[in-house]
């Protein structure tokens, strides 16, 4: 087999095919953007993709989420490929899930299944367990199927089944049970970190907030001499990192927080509510956009929602366009009459559009190769000191905007 084959992989790694459906008022690149993304959440997860089927639909099927015939479609694949799992692009019900694995007779995830199995990889401290422990329960609950009735199991067994029971129900009433302790388990933790926050003081708080993958750890590693984990795949951050910096003999705390995707299960943002109060304590923000992906501007959006959800849209932001070095454009040929498009604009007409009227409040980076860090230091600091003399208005110097 060639060594460029899609179906060369390791002997430990899974294949995958990606199923997607685009909606009406869906646009097509819209649909290949979100499939690239689960392409790499997969990869990420230790799975190869070989192909990746589409479908136009007006909705999802409430039955199969895609149509009869392009199930047997992906189902005849999977059969002549020996594939070892499907994953959707959407959140699945449980319905859909058990007819979807009677059909192709492989293992089903969606999308949701998928982030939290990487969730599950990537937690370390007691807290991000119970969190990603927390979110996998509240996903299962509902989509609770024959393959779970090994659960009982963990309860001892005699005296532990009601009269009648049967075992589906032994099976929700035993991770309701678990649901409880991670509840108080998280209760305790929060009290914890709640305590610890209280003993930093009044030290001004910078939160780094971004996509997943935009390059926040390399920035925190940059900016406060540090070695915090810092990797090329999704979601290498669960565990919030807090580092003390000095700049300019100005003293503040700088975190970097959990990567934002599109599409994040609902149960993985309330778990992970307690991680998220850096950001909702923070006194400014630092918004680290990929400025070298296709779809910047989406995930931008993406993650201003979610601080939106977070209620700490209105704080003091800066935005710093990160991996100058990787921005790329397709120049027009000269007899090239169309209307020139977002992927034709070098990265100074760039910005000359929209991102004109940002003014001094952003910034435009390459962390990795250390391009025009000492500006952004510099804008950084202007944000920490309007804090910090608000805070001790008798220090000896003003906001470069209140001098003389």
């Known amino acids: 087999m060639p060594s460029n084959s899609p179906f060369n992989t390791r002997p430990d790694q899974e294949t995958a095919v990606l199923v997607g459906i685009q909606i009406k008022g869906q646009r097509e690149e819209q649909l290949t953007e979100y499939l690239d993304e689960l392409a790499f959440l997969a990869e990420t997860a230790g799975a190869k993709t070989v192909r990746r089927f589409t479908q136009k639909l007006d909705s999802p099927d409430s039955r199969t989420f895609i149509g009869s015939g392009k199930l047997n479609e992906v189902r005849n694949y999977i059969k002549d490929h020996k594939i070892d799992l499907a994953i959707f692009d959407d959140e699945l019900s449980g319905s859909q899930i058990k007819n979807i694995e009677k059909a192709l007779e492989c293992r089903v995830l969606d999308r949701s299944n998928l982030i939290l199995d990487i969730f599950a990889k990537r937690a370390r401290s007691a807290q991000a367990k119970a969190q990603v422990e927390l979110a996998q329960y509240q996903y299962l609950l509902p989509r609770l199927t024959r393959m779970w009735t090994h659960l009982e199991k963990q309860r001892g067994g005699i005296g532990m089944r009601g009269p009648g029971e049967s075992e589906i129900e032994t099976d929700r009433r035993i991770i309701r049970d678990k649901l409880a302790k991670l509840k108080e388990q998280l209760r305790t933790i929060e009290k914890q970190s709640a305590t610890q926050r209280k003993q930093r ?27 915090v984990f810092a990797e090329n795949k999704l979601f290498a951050t669960l565990d919030t990192t807090v580092r003390k910096i000095v700049l300019d003999n100005v003293p503040f705390l700088l975190s ?149």
């Open 201 to 227: 003081g009044d030290m001004v708080r910078v939160a780094l907030v971004g996509y997943t993958n935009v390059g926040k750890s390399t920035l925190m590693n940059l900016l406060s001499k540090s070695e």
């Open 256 to 404: 970097d927080t959990v990567g934002f995707i599109r599409k994040l299960p609902h149960n993985l943002i309330e778990s992970f509510k307690s991680t998220l109060d850096e950001v909702r304590e923070a006194d400014i923000l630092i918004h680290v956009v990929d400025i070298s992906h296709p779809q910047f501007e989406d995930q931008l959006n993406v993650v201003k929602e979610t601080l939106a959800e977070l209620s700490v849209a209105e704080k003091p932001t800066l935005l710093v366009f990160n991996k100058v070095d990787a921005y790329s454009f397709i120049q027009k040929e000269e007899d090239d009459l169309t209307p020139a498009t977002a992927e034709n604009l070098s990265l100074e007409d760039l910005k000359k559009t929209w991102m004109n009227q940002l003014a001094g409040e952003c910034v435009f980076i390459s962390a990795a190769k250390r391009t025009n860090i000492d500006e952004l230091r510099k804008r950084l600091m202007e944000l920490v000191k309007e804090v910090h003399f608000r805070r001790y208005p008798n220090l000896l110097y003003k906001p470069e905007n209140e001098q003389q």
